[in-house]
């Protein structure tokens, strides 16, 4: 159930950033999507893996899988909105001022 | 290049993604995806990465076994394994240490433990060989036996099975060249256990007899509690351990009476251990796989589980052995070996033929254990320790998306073994320095936990569970 509740949020979120995109004429390439996707999927194991082994009663296991699995989603998210914001300041500062 | 999807692409791959999402634990896990061989065993519904096989992992030379006699172990020759003097020195030190704890109030050992340890064991059914004489038969009914398919009798029985308490079912046709071979020749009272050309079965004095034509070994487990068992080797710990052996009693006797009720019989353990060589029996059924600990290890409760079994002539489709990678994997990993504290497991990396010492059958090539060893340890902490089970990355309870992942990779491939050992080192570290009878978990904290589950068993293991 709650996957079907991750999948549902993460569709919207994901929605809502492509119209933005759009709209605001942010240019996203195709690998920065992708480490864009593998962040999420390495986020939502995180979260399944930290509250299963919290279920489990194994609190060291769920904080040394938030840690595995966590900190590469964050990286990977930090370097795909990283690398889309360098780009399309770049293109903005390198464009023809207008006369 | 920027993506260029419309609006109607764009929402369907999400969908995807999202979907991808929602089953990727599912799918790894198998249990809805992939059907477990479901032609030859339409009654067990394994995971997806459990494949079988026509042998097992463990290698057999069925020449070189024979019949054993049960009360060659250490449960029935310890003294004789270890002296007379060693034995009563045992006895005074585990008086000594039970005596002490329970003063000391030591977790694991204080009054209330050992109050639920004796608790648990009570209230069992009677345990008998011979069917019981008062089941209502299809004789008494009137009525002709049950008949149906061995396939149709394994489904049925397996069904009941679940519902009195089993956590997996499997079958064995006994052979005289080699199954059989897994039926005690004496039991752990020293009768001698003899398969005869008879229509009923029968016990005295001195002997069981089994009638030929009961060539079916119905192999059942009943898992046991794996937050319990983290306690090990405490007297809370062996509490789990006898609670299952007293659910058994009862589940053997209805069994029994099950199978008078259809018109056939039901041979079974006559006490503990009695009958047949359960890991044996377990991973000819396909219950599990051997191990570095010389029991089963099962891809439902990793070692965490129980096995019995009972003989009948209600034909029965076989089930074929299992491949999980669990053999394999206990080559590398050696983390029972590290955490006994009397050191009895093997260290070695391939299994051996050579028993240790006359507690062990010959026949088969195992990680045999030095069993002396074990039970010494046994008799100073006063219970029956489990530190090995506990210390097993199998013995999970699989909730978590990880295990589906270690089981799915150790299954595939011997290649991550070593890495998948050192992260249980983080997951499941166990006490650092531990003491004569320290636990790997505090019990004190297990007393405090009022939302384990009924038995303390994951019951809907193995099940569909989205
Ligand atoms: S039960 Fe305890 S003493 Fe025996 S082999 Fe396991 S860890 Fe060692
Ligand atoms: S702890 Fe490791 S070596 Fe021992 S039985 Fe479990 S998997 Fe095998």
């Known amino acids: 159930m709650w996957w079907l509740v991750l999948g549902i949020v993460i569709g919207a979120l994901g929605f809502w950033l492509v119209s933005w995109a759009k709209a605001h004429k942010v240019a996203v390439q195709w690998y920065e999507w992708l480490l864009g996707v593998i962040a999420i999927g390495l986020g939502a194991l995180a979260l399944q893996n930290y509250y299963a082994f919290l279920r489990e009663m194994e609190p060291q296991a769920a904080m040394v899988m938030l840690a595995l699995l966590g900190i590469p989603a964050l990286a990977l998210a930090i370097i795909a909105v990283g690398l889309a914001w360098w780009q399309n300041t770049k293109k903005v500062a390198g464009a023809p001022k207008k006369s | 290049m920027a993506f260029n999807l419309t609006r109607r692409e ?78 009563d020195r045992l006895t005074k030190l585990q008086t000594e240490n039970l005596d002490r704890w329970v003063k000391q109030n030591k977790p694991g050992y204080t009054l209330k433990d050992r109050a639920l340890q004796n608790a648990a064991g009570q209230g069992s059914g009677a345990q008998s060989f011979l069917p ?88 059942w487990t009943i898992p046991m509690s794996q937050e319990t068992m983290k306690t090990a080797p405490t007297a809370l710990c062996s509490m789990t351990t006898g609670l299952t052996y007293t659910t058994n009693r009862s589940f053997q006797l209805r069994l029994q ?48 589980a129980r096995v019995f079994k009972m003989v009948t002539d209600l034909p029965l489709a076989p089930t074929k052995p299992i491949n999980a ?10 983390k029972c070996a590290e955490f006994c504290p009397s050191k009895a497991l093997s260290f070695d990396t391939e299994p051996s033929w050579e028993p240790r010492g006359p507690w062990s059958n010959p026949g088969h090539k195992a990680f045999f254990e030095d069993s002396t060893k074990c039970r010494a340890y046994w008799r100073q902490v ?71 589950p009924i038995y303390g068993i994951n019951t809907s293991s193995g099940l569909s569970t989205i």
């Open chain 2, 257 to 304: 009476y099950f199978l008078a009720g259809l018109g056939y019989m039901g041979l079974g353990e006559n006490s503990t251990n009695a009958l047949g060589i359960s890991p044996a029996l377990g991973t000819m059924a396909g219950l599990g796989e051997m191990s570095r600990l010389n029991r089963l290890i099962t891809p439902e409760w990793g070692p965490i």
């Open chain 2, 132 to 219: 019981p004489k008062d089941a209502t038969t299809p004789d008494k009914l009137g009525v002709a036996p049950w008949k149906g398919s061995p396939e149709d009798a394994a489904l049925m029985l397996t069904a009941a099975m679940r519902h009195m308490g089993a956590g997996t079912v499997g079958f064995v046709e006994l052979d005289s060249r080699t199954t059989e071979k897994l039926i005690y020749a004496e039991d752990p009272d020293k009768k001698v256990m003899s398969i005869e050309d008879v229509a009923n079965p029968s016990e005295d004095d001195k002997k069981r007899v089994i009638p030929k034509k009961a060539r079916w070994v119905i192999v």
């Open chain 2, 325 to 334: 990678g669990i053999m394999q994997f206990c080559k590398v990993c050696k």
């Open chain 2, 382 to 452: 006063g219970t029956n320790c489990g530190l090995c089970f506990t210390a097993c990355p199998f013995g999970t309870k699989n909730q978590a998306f990880f295990h589906a992942f270690r089981n799915a990779l150790t299954s595939a491939t011997p290649v991550f073994d070593s890495a998948l050992r050192a992260v249980d080192d983080w997951i499941n570290p166990g006490p650092a320095n531990p003491e004569l009878g320290d636990p790997f978990k505090n019990p004190e904290d297990w007393w405090k936990r009022t939302d384990l």
């Open chain 2, 10 to 87: 764009f929402l369907k791959d999400l969908g995807l993604l999202g979907a991808g999402i929602t089953l990727a634990p599912a799918a790894v896990s198998g249990n809805t995806i992939f059907d477990w061989d479901n032609e030859k065993t339409p009654q067990l519904h394994r995971p997806g990465w459990v494949s079988t096989s026509s042998v097992p992992t463990m290698e057999i030379d069925w020449d070189k076994m024979q019949r054993w006699r049960e009360w060659r172990t250490t449960r029935g020759s310890f003294p004789e394994y270890v002296g007379k003097e060693r034995d």
